[in-house]
């Protein structure tokens, strides 16, 4: 089942939502409108919470995953994504906090405690390493992730192109048919 009840915790979905078949999205999720978790993403809720903003694309093989509470990390680390966040091909989130207007690039990964601000570019293949921030109006790439430049204008209007362009993609699907 590709929406998973964990230790009665059922995921919450907005208006709109479109989740594939072969995802699995379990526990302690809520998800916002208009968003879209595409094949074989993972969102596991389990041991901490995850919140999603609106308009959110998950897309293919992506894990979004937290840092439960114990005596090593007080408090855990849940997940929070804002609104508008677009997360590339096989990138891994775990515990940490995405801002709006995002871009997580593909392969890309995002480690404990990490705080991204609004308007980011997480460049593919980029690795934020625990506790970093990341701040506003810059690409970060490498590994460990460094920022490479200020934003164009054009990649500021970009983040808002790219989430619609998946909230209508994802329409397309549901008037498909192809709901959960």
């Known amino acids: 089942m590709t929406i998973r009840t964990f230790q009665g915790l059922t995921p919450r979905l907005g ?3 479109f989740i594939d078949p072969a995802s ?14 595409w094949p ?17 694309s998950v897309q293919d ?6 840092t439960h509470a114990s005596d090593f990390n ?12 677009t997360i590339g091909h096989k990138a891994l989130l775990h515990g940490c906090s995405i801002g709006n207007r995002v871009l997580v690039g593909m ?3 995002v480690m404990d405690g990490v705080v991204v601000e609004d308007e980011v570019i997480i460049a593919a293949g980029a690795v934020v ?7 506003s109006g810059h690409v970060y790439a490498g590994n460990p992730a460094k920022p490479l430049r200020a934003l164009k204008d054009s990649e ?11 909230v209508k993609l994802k329409d397309q699907y549901l008037a498909d048919g192809q709901a959960i």
Do not use: Q, W
Not at 40 to 56: E, L, N, Q
């Open 129 to 135: 390493t625990p506790g970093k921030t990341l701040e």
């Open 156 to 166: 500021r209007a970009f983040f808002t192109y790219t989430a619609g362009n998946y």
């Open 74 to 85: 007080p408090g855990g680390h849940p997940l929070t994504i804002g609104d508008d966040v």
């Open 61 to 66: 093989g992506s894990v979004l995953h937290i």
């Open 15 to 17: 208006e709109r939502v």
């Open 40 to 56: 074989m993403a993972v969102i596991r809720g389990d041991m901490h919470r995850i919140r999603i903003g609106a308009r959110v």
């Open 107 to 109: 392969g890309a990964t």
């Open 24 to 37: 699995v999205v379990l526990g302690d999720v809520v998800m916002g409108d208009d968003c879209s978790v």
